[in-house]
């Protein structure tokens, strides 16, 4: 038998920010799993990533570290069609207490809608459950000191699901800064770019409405705001910032509730049609009789609160100043993130989208040295979600081998950071002042 590796025997509450999955799923480096050791695997929120990263890709991926044991959302006919489409027949539920209490799951995946995150991490902490949750982590600073307060609590840590890291072109930037190739980096410009289709998606959606999402400073950006903390090894510290809606909600010629009854459909470049989409249709219009929620929505309806035109400028602890911004849309759906350091600069701009051809699907970084010579490095995507970043954080959560010490997992310090930063970009909105990261919670 394999001498069990290091990570074995940890365990995952001892090792947050880290690393510690293959202990939950029973893996030892190198060994084969026990036929029981399969965890019972718990989900609250069944909507689009629930049944498709978190389910039928999880499923398809590492179907010997997880067995589903339940499903639970607030729409007992999404719960249903959920199962369907991940593939399992386990029991689905409208209550989180009665689906724990009758399924003894062992991991508490969490995959609501960004503002009802925090109580179901808290609750997952609480019955000493290993949760894990999408990002953001929270969406108020009074969310956000609820989980911290609870982890000190419980002793228990919750991984927040920052596959963004994950991905190589993103591996391959910490990589290069973290071996000094610009030396010691001054500022960072980063610019991201939402299109008129991914980018007016959001719109549609829950998340046009800021008691839902925290607008995309939260929802969107907190992905942004970890890669820099990330990157930098640092963490934020002021933020400045300005946000408007310029071009969705009232701003729009004209409108209705959502799209399939729309008299303007003719007329309107964001027309959608769910009913072309068999899963929108299964998981979102065949169960709107409950809950009336509609997956395609008017982009231009009044009640639409958060901005699609936001910039910042952060401050860091490492005295690096950032440059920030999004559009939510433009003609093309990608980044660019150019890092400026004292013996060069190493610029990404990635392509995901655009009306024009790309050569290749490579990512390229430049790295260019002060009087000296430009390098072109390209990156190649992994096949999954996220240029790879998708199955990639998944072997580390469920895999059996340990990750380098920069690919362990985020814990609650990252997700907390990362939204606190687009928490304070929100408030400076608001206040139109900078906001210090320090006065919004005790860290
Ligand atoms: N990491 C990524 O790249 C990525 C990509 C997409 C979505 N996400 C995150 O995944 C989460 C889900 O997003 P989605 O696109 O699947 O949205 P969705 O609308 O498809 O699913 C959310 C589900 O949560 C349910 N829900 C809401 N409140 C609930 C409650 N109190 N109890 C139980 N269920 C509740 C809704 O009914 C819905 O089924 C969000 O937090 C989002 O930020 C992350």
Same mark, same amino acid.
């Given at each position: 038998?394999?001498?069990?590796?290091?990570?074995?025997?940890?365990?995952?509450?001892?090792?947050?920010?880290?690393?510690?999955?293959?202990?939950?799923?029973?893996?030892?480096?190198?060994?084969?799993?026990?036929?029981?050791?399969?965890?019972?695997?718990?989900?609250?929120?069944?909507?689009?990533?629930?049944?498709?990263?978190?389910?039928?890709?999880?499923?398809?991926?590492?179907?010997?570290?997880?067995?589903?044991?339940?499903?639970?959302?607030?729409?007992?006919?999404?719960?249903?069609?959920? @199962?369907?489409?991940?593939?399992?027949?386990? &029991?689905?539920? !409208? %209550?989180?207490? $009665?689906?724990?209490?009758?399924?003894? *799951? #062992?991991?508490?995946?969490?995959?609501?809608?960004?503002?009802?995150?925090?109580?179901?991490?808290?609750?997952?902490?609480?019955? @000493?459950?290993?949760?894990?949750?999408?990002? &953001?982590?929270? !969406? %108020?600073?009074? $969310?956000?000191?609820?989980?911290?307060? *609870? #982890?000190?609590?419980?002793?228990?840590?919750?991984?927040?699901?920052?596959?963004?890291?994950?991905?190589?072109?993103?591996?391959?930037?910490?990589?290069?800064?973290?071996?000094?190739?610009?030396?010691?980096?001054?500022?960072?410009?980063?610019?991201?770019?939402?299109?008129?289709?991914?980018?007016?998606?959001?719109?549609?959606?829950?998340?046009?409405?800021?008691?839902?999402?925290?607008?995309?400073?939260?929802?969107?950006?907190?992905?942004?705001?970890?890669?820099?903390?990330?990157?930098?090894?640092?963490?934020?510290?002021?933020?400045?910032?300005?946000?408007?809606?310029?071009?969705?909600?009232?701003?729009?010629?004209?409108?209705?509730?959502?799209?399939?009854?729309?008299?303007?459909?003719?007329?309107?470049?964001?027309?959608?049609?769910?009913?072309?989409?068999?899963?929108?249709?299964?998981?979102?219009?065949?169960?709107?009789?409950?809950?009336?929620?509609?997956?395609?929505?008017?982009?231009?309806?009044?009640?639409?609160?958060?901005?699609?035109?936001?910039?910042?400028?952060?401050?860091?602890?490492?005295?690096?100043?950032?440059?920030?911004?999004?559009?939510?849309?433009?003609?093309?759906?990608?980044?660019?993130?150019?890092?400026?350091?004292?013996?060069?600069?190493?610029?990404?701009?990635?392509?995901?989208?655009?009306?024009?051809?790309?050569?290749?699907?490579?990512?390229?970084?430049?790295?260019?040295?002060?009087?000296?010579?430009?390098?072109?490095?390209?990156?190649?995507?992994?096949?999954?979600?996220?240029?790879?970043?998708?199955?990639?954080?998944?072997?580390?959560?469920?895999?059996?081998?340990?990750?380098?010490?920069?690919?362990?997992?985020?814990?609650?310090?990252?997700?907390?950071?990362?939204?606190?930063?687009?928490?304070?970009?929100?408030?400076?909105?608001?206040?139109?002042?900078?906001?210090?990261?320090?006065?919004?919670?005790?860290?």
């Amino acid at each position: 038998m394999p001498e069990p590796g290091p990570f074995s025997r940890r365990d995952f509450v001892a090792t947050t920010g880290g690393a510690a999955i293959a202990s939950m799923t029973g893996g030892l480096p190198g060994a084969a799993r026990a036929a029981d050791a399969r965890k019972r695997f718990a989900m609250v929120g069944t909507g689009h990533r629930g049944t498709s990263m978190w389910g039928a890709e999880l499923l398809k991926r590492h179907p010997d570290a997880i067995e589903f044991v339940g499903l639970c959302d607030i729409n007992p006919l999404r719960a249903k069609a959920a @199962g369907k489409l991940i593939g399992v027949s386990c &029991p689905t539920f !409208t %209550d989180v207490d $009665q689906m724990l209490d009758a399924t003894k *799951a #062992e991991i508490l995946m969490v995959t609501t809608v960004d503002a009802e995150h925090h109580k179901f991490i808290i609750k997952g902490l609480e019955r @000493g459950l290993k949760v894990i949750t999408e990002k &953001p982590m929270v !969406t %108020d600073e009074t $969310q956000c000191q609820a989980v911290l307060d *609870a #982890e000190k609590r419980t002793g228990n840590k919750v991984i927040v699901a920052f596959n963004y890291r994950y991905s190589p072109k993103h591996r391959k930037m910490k990589e290069l800064l973290a071996e000094g190739a610009i030396g010691k980096v001054t500022s960072v410009d980063f610019s991201w770019y939402l299109d008129v289709q991914h980018g007016a998606d959001y719109f549609r959606r829950w998340h046009r409405l800021r008691e839902k999402g925290g607008t995309l400073f939260v929802h969107k950006a907190t992905h942004h705001f970890d890669l820099i903390n990330w990157w930098l090894d640092a963490d934020p510290v002021t933020v400045y910032a300005s946000g408007d809606l310029k071009k969705y909600g009232a701003r729009g010629p004209f409108r209705h509730t959502n799209c399939r009854p729309c008299p303007h459909k003719a007329n309107c470049s964001f027309h959608f049609d769910v009913t072309k989409d068999a899963r929108l249709t299964a998981l979102y219009s065949d169960c709107e009789s409950f809950d009336g929620y509609q997956r395609d929505g008017c982009v231009f309806k009044e009640d639409i609160n958060i901005f699609d035109t936001m910039s910042a400028n952060i401050r860091y602890s490492n005295d690096v100043s950032m440059a920030y911004s999004v559009n939510a849309f433009m003609p093309f759906e990608g980044h660019r993130v150019a890092f400026n350091g004292e013996n060069g600069r190493l610029e990404m701009r990635d392509y995901e989208r655009q009306p024009w051809p790309v050569e290749s699907k490579d990512t390229v970084i430049e790295l260019t040295r002060n009087f000296g010579k430009r390098e072109l490095i390209s990156v190649t995507p992994e096949a999954g979600g996220h240029g790879g970043g998708d199955p990639a954080l998944q072997r580390v959560i469920f895999g059996t081998t340990e990750p380098p010490s920069h690919l362990r997992l985020p814990g609650s310090r990252a997700g907390a950071l990362s939204c606190l930063t687009g928490i304070a970009a929100r408030k400076s909105v608001a206040e139109k002042r900078p906001i210090q990261i320090a006065d919004l919670i005790k860290l």
